[in-house]
Structure formats: structure tokens, C-alpha cells
């Protein structure tokens, strides 16, 4: 599980769901989809320290290249380790919020060449990413 630490810096709420955006350093800005709001969960609130947590089976990697792509929750940095398996492989990436690791296809890493020393980005839906209180 991936575990990078922040603080809210904003909140949209439409209903009962919020967009909660943390900003983890000067350069990691992410976005989280939950099914509270600031009046149901006292710890959703502008300025509040929290952990976000993602599984490594939901981070996409791709190139450091520009795509137009839907996903907000992008993380560059650099591939560090590479454990190649028969179906599916381990990246660990280095990255200004620290390490981030993907569970993704053996065929995934040889169709994008991804190399350990290459600048890549880590890519989540906002979905997918959980937050806690510290």
C-alpha cells in the first residue's frame, strides 16, 4: 500500500461527496473522491494533516511524456527498481513525495521500455485513493 502524507487544501462538496485536494510537498498536488463531507467527518477540514493510501494495483505508470489524459492525481519522479515477473511486475519510483510503488503488467514495462534510471510518472484516479486521519 502506498502511504504519502499531507494537508488538505481544499474541499469541493456537492451532496454527500467531497473532492478532498492535499497538497503533499511544493511538488505533489493530489485529488480524493470520498463519500463524506466536512459535516459528517470532523478531520475533512482546510489545513488538517492526513495520509492518503492507494494500492499498488491502482497506480498506471507511463513515460514523463505529456499526454492529455483525464487522470488529475500525477506523480513524477524516477524508476529506482524494477522486479520483472512472468505476468506481472514491481516498479518502485523515487519522487519528491517519496516512494511509490505499481503493480503492473510484465508486458506493460516492455511495450513503454521502462528502465530503471528513467524519468517515468505515476498516475492515480481520484477513486481509487483512500484517506485517513494521522
Do not use: C
Not at 23 to 34: F, P, S
Not at 82 to 94: D, N, P, R, V, Y
Amino acid at each position: 500500500m502506498n502511504k504519502l502524507q499531507g494537508q488538505i487544501i481544499e474541499i469541493e462538496t456537492s451532496g454527500n461527496i467531497s473532492i478532498v485536494s492535499v497538497t503533499v510537498n511544493e511538488k505533489v498536488k493530489l485529488k480524493a473522491i470520498v463519500i463524506e463531507t466536512p459535516s459528517t467527518a470532523p478531520y475533512l477540514k482546510v489545513g488538517a494533516t492526513i495520509a492518503m493510501l492507494f494500492k499498488e494495483t491502482e497506480v498506471v505508470m507511463g513515460t514523463d511524456a505529456q499526454h492529455a489524459i483525464s487522470l488529475q492525481n500525477k506523480i513524477s519522479g524516477t524508476i529506482k527498481h524494477i522486479e520483472k515477473g512472468t505476468l506481472l511486475s514491481k516498479i518502485i519510483m523515487e519522487s519528491s513525495a517519496g516512494e511509490i510503488i505499481a503493480l503492473i503488467s510484465t508486458n506493460a514495462v516492455n511495450q513503454l521500455h521502462l528502465k530503471v534510471g528513467m524519468n517515468a510518472m505515476a498516475m492515480v484516479k481520484l477513486n481509487e485513493v483512500m484517506i485517513s486521519e494521522i
